[in-house]
């Protein structure tokens, strides 16, 4: 069985640092797009970013040059170090997989909660 | 505000059928053929529905169905069941300077 399990949210003051995880099961994270979407509470999703199979990565405008996404494919995990948190970074971040045939997310993890507040 | 455009709510009666629309523009919706379709409950992560603008994945009645005109794509479910009452989410890719977007959701209420 396919799942995803995030870990590493918290409570956060601006311009401060957060490393998120996302430890998969049940298939090889190495053989798939890995990406990160987040939602503010209350609100729409929005993608973050994505780490391809032969490991490049993709940022959106509001993250790019703050976060870095990785992944340990030993550890079956994927990561996402965000840096200079800002107060509109505040949101549930979920991993999800990409879908191998297809364009779409086919699995998502429940989410890990990031706040950030002064 | 979201790069994909849907109606904040839709709903429907048991039984029926309702439509949920999204509006994109040339270089995402319009551009390719890969709009995708997410479900999502209160408090839960969303679910994929339909993929491609209109494959469903294994598991997904085929009461849901979805397809595309121009830079509309739209979501189709049919015979409404009282668990369809979610938000539903439409993506698409955005080429090479946006990859993936997202509407705004729209929230289905099954009357």
């Known amino acids: 069985e396919v799942q995803l399990v995030e870990s590493g949210g918290g409570f956060i003051q601006p311009g401060e640092s957060l490393r998120l995880s996302c430890a998969a099961s049940g298939f090889s994270l190495s053989n798939y797009d890995m990406h990160w979407v987040r939602q503010a509470i209350g609100k729409g999703l929005e993608w973050v970013s994505v780490?391809?199979?032969?490991?490049?990565?993709y940022y959106s405008g509001p993250v790019k040059g703050r976060f870095t996404i990785s992944r340990q494919n030993a550890r079956n995990s994927l990561y996402l170090q965000m840096n200079s948190l800002r107060l509109e970074d505040t949101a549930v971040y979920y991993c999800?997989?990409?879908?191998?045939?297809?364009?779409?997310?086919?699995?998502w993890g429940q989410g890990t909660l990031v706040t950030v507040s002064s | 505000q979201s790069a994909l455009t849907q109606p904040p709510s839709a709903s429907g009666s048991l039984g029926q059928s309702v439509t949920i629309s999204c509006t994109g523009t040339?270089?995402?919706?319009?551009?390719?053929?890969?709009v995708s379709w997410y479900q999502q409950h209160p408090g839960k992560a969303p679910k994929l529905m339909i993929y491609?603008?209109?494959k469903r994945p294994s598991g997904v009645p085929d009461r849901f169905s979805g397809s595309k005109s121009g830079n509309t794509a739209s979501l189709t479910v049919s015979g409404l069941q009282a668990d369809d009452e979610a938000d539903y989410y439409c993506s698409s890719y955005g080429g090479s300077n946006n990859l993936r977007v997202f509407g705004g959701g729209t929230k289905l209420t099954v009357l």
């Open positions: 040339s270089s995402d919706v319009g551009g390719y053929t890969y």
């Open positions: 780490i391809g199979v032969v490991g490049d990565t």
């Open positions: 999800a997989r990409g879908m191998v045939r297809g364009v779409a997310f086919d699995f």
């Open positions: 491609d603008v209109s």
